[in-house]
């Protein structure tokens, strides 16, 4: 049988900034696992930490979501080159995506990436999200879509990327599968939470095989200002602290 990885805190070895951000990487990553949008070892959730280095916080390569600690995330610079070279290594595919999107866009703190089932299923669509359901207008008020260009590993692709995003903070990659933008994890995460579930009721919607009715587009229009009303931006920040107390209740050693 395996034994549990056993990684050495890192709490004392780093600022009290990084050590919560480091907390709420973890966090989203365990999320993520326990609503079952990971896919094994892959996919990715940056994090930049402030500060003139433009540094960032990503999944050490080889572990599970579920496994993720504060100190098992590696540190590395927009290079994608560990800043501590004992740290485990990274999949290099997944920051070339969400260093194209750091180098652009200030606002964007935290990037995560999903690959889950309903995600790609409506990204194979030919027409995307559909205005089906109260969840889809949120994305919908500020949406980009990137066509698939194979694994994503060519430099080039970055400029097309960081073209067709913009300053959306919710982006469907073509055949490939879900992203989202904030200022802060709690931000990122409830955009994908959001996101998610808009694509979940869309593929039981178009399963039922009855007509569908799409929201009209007086509504549509007028959905970007609702939202801010509605959500005060997205609203994570007021969720995230409730999160956090669930993992806590059920899975606390993201906090390692």
């Known amino acids: 049988m395996s034994e549990p990885l056993s990684i050495p805190s890192k709490k004392e070895q780093v600022s009290a900034e990084e050590w919560q951000l480091r907390v709420d990487l973890a966090a989203a990553y365990r999320l993520i696992a326990l609503y079952g949008w990971d896919d094994l070892i892959f996919t990715h959730i940056s994090l930049r930490i402030p500060g003139d280095e433009h540094h960032f916080l990503i999944n050490p390569y080889g572990m599970m979501f579920e496994e993720i600690t504060a100190s098992s995330l590696v540190r590395i610079d927009q290079e994608g080159n560990k800043v501590n070279p004992d740290d485990f290594d990274i999949n290099p595919a997944g920051f070339t995506i969400h260093s194209a999107i750091h180098a652009i866009r200030e606002d964007a703190a935290c990037v995560m990436h999903t690959h889950t089932t309903a995600g790609v299923a409506v990204s194979a669509q030919k027409e995307g999200l559909l ?54 994890v709690a931000e990122a995460f409830l955009g994908m939470y959001i996101l998610q579930r808009a694509c979940e009721v869309q593929i039981q919607a178009m399963s039922g095989g009855q007509p569908l009715v799409q929201i009209p587009d007086s509504i549509l229009s007028s959905i970007r200002e609702q939202a801010k009303q509605v959500t005060k931006g997205m609203g994570g920040n007021l969720a995230w602290p409730g999160l956090l107390r669930k993992l806590d209740r059920i899975d606390p050693g993201f906090r390692d």
């Open 131 to 184: 205005p089906l359901s109260q969840q889809s207008l949120f994305p919908l008020s500020g949406l980009a879509y990137h066509d698939y260009e194979g694994v994503a590993l060519r430099e080039d692709e970055k400029a097309r990327l960081q073209a067709d995003l913009g300053n959306a903070r919710f982006m469907i990659l073509r055949n490939h599968g879900l992203l989202t933008t904030g200022p802060s």
